[in-house]
């Protein structure tokens, strides 16, 4: 078996596909085509993607990373765990949209930033969606741009003078 997670357009509840088909999870209950599909057939085929996925998001030592983002124990994402138990639906839906995006390891750092902002509000997800939260995240964005741009315009490459 293989699982791949990407955006399914003409499905839009799917997280990815499953040899091919579209896979769609409720709760942590893989299904295709109406059936389920037991976890002890495609637990192993899950985790491989999910480790697929979370590399292209935030590289080969994503564990911290997708636990911080997704708000989970770090051994809720470990591949063993993920073979036996899944993972939420909405977890998954975040690992097959960000695999979809066109420069996925920028995505993945933009979701550790909004985590970030998130954690450091002291705010419940849904109280922090009615605060400024994407005012002060493009504020930062800007700033962290800027920084970068005028480190790399002040950098003196070897045999160069300043």
């Known amino acids: 078996?293989?699982?791949?997670?990407h955006p399914?357009?003409?499905?839009?509840?799917?997280?990815g596909t499953l040899d091919g088909a579209p896979l769609v999870v409720v709760g942590r209950e893989l299904r295709v085509g109406g059936q389920t599909v037991p976890l002890e057939e495609a637990g192993e085929a899950l985790a491989t993607a999910v480790e697929g996925a979370a590399t292209a998001l935030w590289g080969g030592d994503y564990?911290?990373?997708?636990?911080?983002?997704?708000?989970?124990?770090?051994r809720s994402v470990v591949s063993d765990r993920i073979a036996r138990n899944g993972l939420p639906a909405w977890a998954l839906a975040i690992l097959g949209h960000g695999t979809g995006h066109p420069r996925p390891r920028a995505l993945g750092y933009l979701l550790l930033a909004a985590a970030e902002l998130i954690d450091d509000a002291g705010e419940t997800p849904a109280a922090f969606r009615g605060a400024d939260c994407a005012g002060l995240a493009r504020q930062d964005l800007?700033?962290?741009?800027?920084?970068?741009?005028?480190?790399?315009?002040?950098?003196i490459l070897p045999g160069r003078t300043g």
Not at 142 to 155: I, S, T
Request: proline fraction near 5%; charge should be positive.
């Open 8 to 15: 399914v357009p003409e499905h839009p509840d799917a997280v």
């Open 1 to 5: 078996m293989r699982v791949a997670f």
């Open 63 to 74: 564990l911290g990373s997708l636990a911080r983002v997704l708000d989970m124990n770090r």
């Open 142 to 155: 800007e700033n962290a741009l800027a920084l970068v741009a005028r480190a790399r315009d002040q950098k």
